[in-house]
Each structure stands twice: as structure tokens, then as C-alpha cells.
Nanobody, 120 residues
């Protein structure tokens, strides 16, 4: 099994910064994709940023230039540095791993989420 745990959410004023972390543990032999998603109140979940096949990154248009996704392969950890946060960035942020485990199974694993609230 794979466990995914996020940390780093909180309350921040507009223009502030937060850094989210997400670590995966378990019988992982390969990670194909890491990503961050968010769900704002009353809205569907949306992709914020993701790393595919090791290095290729994709960002939601509204966060380009403000958010940066990065990874630490040795720790099976993905980070999301969020700068110049705006009220519309408020939401519950979840990380996702698409990973292969030692049984040969490739699965889609999610964390429980961490709340980010941007408010003055």
C-alpha cells in the first residue's frame, strides 16, 4: 500500500506565501506523476500543478508565475511553493501520486488534503 500525507496549509493574507509538502511512503518502485489539485467551496476539483515523467511540469493558467511545483526523488516528496496568494486560491489542496508498487500494480494515490485560506 501507499500512504500519502500533505502538510503546510494554513491561513495567509493576500499577497502572502505558503509552501505545501506531500510525501508518499510504501512499497513504491516508481513514481510516474506527482500533482497538486484543489477544490474551492462549491466548485469542482481542479488541477493546480503537476510533474509528469520526472521533469515536465504543467500549471493551471491562473497560478503561472506565482506557484512552483518541485520534487525530491529521494524522499518521494512533492512541494508546491505558492507566492502572491489571492483570495481565489482558497481551497482544500490535495496531492496525487501515480505510482507503481512492488507487486507491479500502478495506482492513483491521494492524500487527505490540507486547507489553504487566503483572507485579510
Amino acid at each position: 500500500q501507499v500512504q500519502v500525507v500533505e502538510s503546510g496549509g494554513g491561513l495567509v493574507q493576500p499577497g502572502g506565501s505558503l509552501r505545501l509538502s506531500c510525501a508518499a511512503s510504501g512499497n513504491i518502485v516508481r513514481i510516474d506523476q506527482m500533482g497538486w489539485y484543489r477544490r474551492a467551496p462549491g466548485k469542482s476539483r481542479e488541477m493546480v500543478a503537476r510533474i509528469i515523467s520526472g521533469q515536465a511540469t504543467t500549471y493551471r493558467d491562473s497560478v503561472k508565475g506565482r506557484f512552483t511545483i518541485s520534487r525530491d526523488n529521494a524522499k518521494n516528496t512533492v512541494y508546491l511553493q505558492m507566492n502572491d496568494l489571492q483570495t481565489e486560491d482558497t481551497g482544500n489542496y490535495s496531492c496525487q501520486f501515480i505510482a507503481r508498487v512492488d507487486t507491479g500494480w500502478t495506482g492513483n494515490y491521494w492524500g487527505q488534503g490540507t486547507q489553504v485560506t487566503v483572507s485579510s
